[in-house]
């Protein structure tokens, strides 16, 4: 089996004219992934993968799912905890920031997620229903 970093992937599902090395990297990055029997994506290079597609190239929320969706169907690509990042892409596409999705997605088997910054990823998720509920717990405030 062999492993594959963001750079792969990114070079086989994005074209990017303005860079001169993609022009002899895509050829080199489609040929491992549609030629090799049994590959495997690490669940940290899908969240860099979403990163990079999004932040660099950007991609759409729409776009970013056609591309997961496209990498997990792949029959001879095993994706790591490949549900959990199934389960992200459907909160992706519900309005979710997708590295919260991914946590979210992982915390399934808990009561809450508690996070102490990210009122956001609170209200989104309350707002479509995701479960565990995201809590942003107060502080004790100091008494002088």
Same mark, same amino acid.
């Given at each position: ?27 080199? @990055? ?94 989104? @998720? ?19």
């Amino acid at each position: 089996m062999i492993a594959l970093d963001t750079n792969v992937l990114a070079r086989f599902y994005v074209d990017d004219p303005a860079d001169p090395e993609a022009a002899g990297q895509r050829p080199v @990055a489609y040929e491992v992934v549609t030629r090799s029997p049994n590959l495997f994506i690490p669940l940290t290079v899908t969240l860099e993968l979403e990163w990079v597609l999004r932040a660099f190239y950007r991609f759409e929320a729409s776009q970013v799912t056609q591309v997961m969706e496209h990498l997990l169907g792949l029959p001879n690509i095993n994706v790591e905890d490949a549900g959990r990042v199934a389960r992200a892409m459907n909160l992706l596409e519900q309005g979710m920031d997708f590295a919260d999705a991914l946590h979210l997605a992982g915390s399934e088997h808990c009561e809450a997620l508690y996070t102490f910054d990210d009122r956001r990823f609170a209200r989104r @998720a309350r707002r479509i229903g995701a479960t565990p509920n995201v809590v942003v717990p107060q502080a004790a405030s100091k008494s002088r």
